[in-house]
């Protein structure tokens, strides 16, 4: 897999010194999405910042940011790691346990959008995991993000759910 990115920006790793803006992507991505609400801003701030400095630190959370010309941070994606139990594969047959990326946190400043700085932060971290043999890959689409994570071959899973908590 080759990343492309156009030559006035680049990519690099994230730091835990990035927190503070790994936490206003994630803000600013659920904003735009109309899941938080704007009280709720600061708070959740607040917690990413704390998150991102701790699981950066601790490497379970390995990102990336396109930095432009001027060294404005203008995108960002990562990915939260674990080990995952063995299961079965398709063919009935075990697999054994292994690592699991789950992308999160892909967020492009507005006046860079359309660039194709979202495919070249996912071909980066793809390569990444092909790299390190981290074999299974999710994420959650967003409408906006879903064409392009079908093009690079994500698929739906049908039989994910998520618990809401214990209903009276």
Known sequence: MKTEIPSEFHIRRATVADAKVLARHRCEM?????????????QMYEQCIQYFEETVADKSYQGWLIVDASGKIVAGG???LRRIAPYPLENGL???SEMQAHILNMFTEIDYRCYGLAKSLMDTM??????????HVT???SSVGKPLYQKLGFGEVKNFMKWNGRQP
Request: glycine share 10%.
């Open 139 to 141: 994420l959650n689409a």
């Open 126 to 135: 793809l390569h990444w995991c092909e790299e390190e043999k981290v074999g």
């Open 78 to 80: 990562g990915l939260l």
């Open 30 to 42: 659920w904003l735009a999405m109309n899941d938080l609400l704007p009280e709720g801003y600061h």
């Open 94 to 96: 075990s697999c054994s």
